[in-house]
Structure formats: structure tokens, C-alpha cells
């Protein structure tokens, strides 16, 4: 199965991206795109990845908790 997200030329909505999505260059569905984590969420995963995969012998349980987040 082919799936395209193409996100539209239109302004940005407040809370998400304007995007049309199709299957299998089937019909256009046009859709709104939006961020599920919170600032700090977004704060959290970004020390994750950026430093702590860098030296990951510290903070074990913090590391652990935003691992978990990125399932949820």
C-alpha cells in the first residue's frame, strides 16, 4: 500500500498543518496535522535524543520515562 501526506499551500490552521492525504493514489482527504506532545513533552524528548543517547550512562530514569512517552 502507498501512502502520501502532502502538506497543502493554504495558511497554517492554529493548531495543525493542512495536508491532503490518498492511498494508493486513490481519492484526495484532506486533513489537519497536529502535534500530540505538550511543550514540555517536546522539551523532554528533545534533551532525549539530542543529549542523552549522546552519554546515556546518566539519568536512567528520566531516560526511561521519555522513552516510554514517545509510545503513548
Known sequence: MLISIQEQERPK?????????RFNN???HHITISNPFSKADDEE???YFEEHLEFPFTK???ARNAAASITT
Open 26 to 28: 486513490g481519492a484526495q
Open 13 to 21: 490552521k492554529r493548531n495543525g498543518w493542512n495536508a491532503i492525504v
Open 45 to 47: 524528548l528533545e534533551w
Open 60 to 62: 536512567n530514569v528520566r
